[in-house]
């Protein structure tokens, strides 16, 4: 771990300052789609399975706002996964009963940031031993962000911009040599599946109005491209790994390639085609490690495709993930209750959109 000075020292050299050259959000306009697409594709019955998992998530939470069971109880991940579950389907703090368990959520995470531990806007539960900590700080950052213009407590609100703009200067200062991250803050590699979920963090956050340095983009960007093996469209795990199956990886590679504005090139067009070619077999009892989370993403990257790719395949995964669901509202994975109930609700939810991040662009012709 870093010394609070070292830490200090390279995070006061990160510039939150728009300038020329960095790039910002573009409003484009949204992929064209057929009036009422979102009901036409949510039908009653999986509206009913969505609010099924939602409440098996509220009534599982814990007193102190957070969620996870055994290792998982108390992880920043988990919880900023559920919260984010009641953001997509529309909930916002302290507006109504689940509105409640979503203000109690945000404290929660709030009070995780490690202060006192000299690393400022680090979010991460030590109390916690698995979804390791730059996972936990991503999606925890991912949650902060997307909570814009939700939170209507003006202390909580102002409380929520300050964690967030520290929770995105760590992750500058700490990106590492490579590039990328990985699982802790200090990690000299990287890997694509931390990066990307950090990536994506930096994506909502610059939505919700904060500005982060374009080297850091570039370099991020440039990182995620190196993965990518032209012959097969596989993105790889880290440099030298074995890319074996990728689907989950062409997944979260391909969704922050997309929030970062690029949509064309070999390594979107080829990676996209092996994410569509080459999606998982249908969910076993007990699905693998890695099936919610590359549903999780391949959701926004198809979502942002639209068209008949996106409804033949959510059409697909709908029907999949609701023979699944278990009498009590809940999904069952290799991981806890909570995060697989968390992410099959963001799946269900994708059409409506409400957490779509729009694509940027670069200034000055870059």
């Known amino acids: 771990m870093w010394t609070r000075r070292q830490f200090l020292v390279r995070s006061t050299a ?103 531990g000299g690393h400022p806007g680090y979010l991460y539960n030590p109390e916690t031993s698995r979804f390791v900590a730059m996972y936990s700080h991503g999606f925890g950052t ?6 814009h213009g939700t939170v209507k407590d003006d202390k909580q609100a102002a409380k ?22 990985r699982y802790t803050l200090t990690s000299k590699d990287a890997d694509i599946s931390v990066t990307t ?17 374009k080297k850091t983009i570039d370099a991020g960007v440039n990182y995620i491209k190196k993965r990518f093996w032209p012959a097969t469209g596989k993105f790889w795990y880290q440099r030298w790994s074995d890319p074996g199956t990728a689907f989950s ?6 969704a922050t390639l997309q929030v970062m504005g690029i949509h064309k090139g070999e ?27 590359g549903h999780y993403y391949a959701a926004r990257v198809l979502h942002g495709r639209s068209g008949k790719i996106w409804k033949d395949w959510y059409t697909a ?20 209750p909570h995060y ?9 939810l994708s059409p409506d959109g409400r957490l779509v991040v729009r694509s940027e662009q670069k200034k000055d012709g870059e």
């Open 197 to 213: 979920c950090v990536m994506m963090a930096l994506g909502t956050a610059r939505q919700s109005g904060l500005t982060v340095p």
């Open 142 to 147: 991912l949650f902060l962000a997307s909570l």
């Open 340 to 348: 697989v109930t968390a992410m099959a609700c963001l799946v269900l």
């Open 14 to 116: 990160v510039s939150f300052a728009l300038a020329p050259g960095s790039w910002t959000f573009s409003a484009p306009p949204p992929p064209k789609r057929e009036a009422r697409e979102a009901d036409q594709l949510i039908p009653p019955e999986t509206r009913k399975a969505i609010d099924a998992g939602l409440k098996f998530l509220g009534e599982g939470q814990h007193r102190d706002g957070s969620f996870g069971n055994g290792d998982y109880q108390g992880n920043v991940g988990v919880t900023s996964l559920a919260g984010l579950a009641f953001l997509a389907a529309g909930h916002k703090p302290d507006v109504g009963p689940r509105g409640k368990i979503l203000a109690k959520t945000l404290d929660f995470v709030l009070a995780q940031e490690n202060r006192g």
């Open 160 to 181: 929520r911009r300050e964690v967030l703009e520290r929770a995105v200067k760590l992750i500058v200062a700490c990106q590492n040599k490579e590039g990328g991250w």
């Open 249 to 254: 990886r062409n997944a979260a590679a391909l």
């Open 317 to 336: 995964i709908r029907k999949e993930l609701q023979d699944q669901q278990r009498a009590n509202g809940s999904w069952e994975g290799r991981i806890d």
């Open 267 to 293: 390594e979107f067009e080829k990676g996209l085609a092996y994410l569509i070619k080459n999606k998982p077999a249908p969910m076993p009892r007990r699905a693998g490690l890695h099936y919610f989370y």
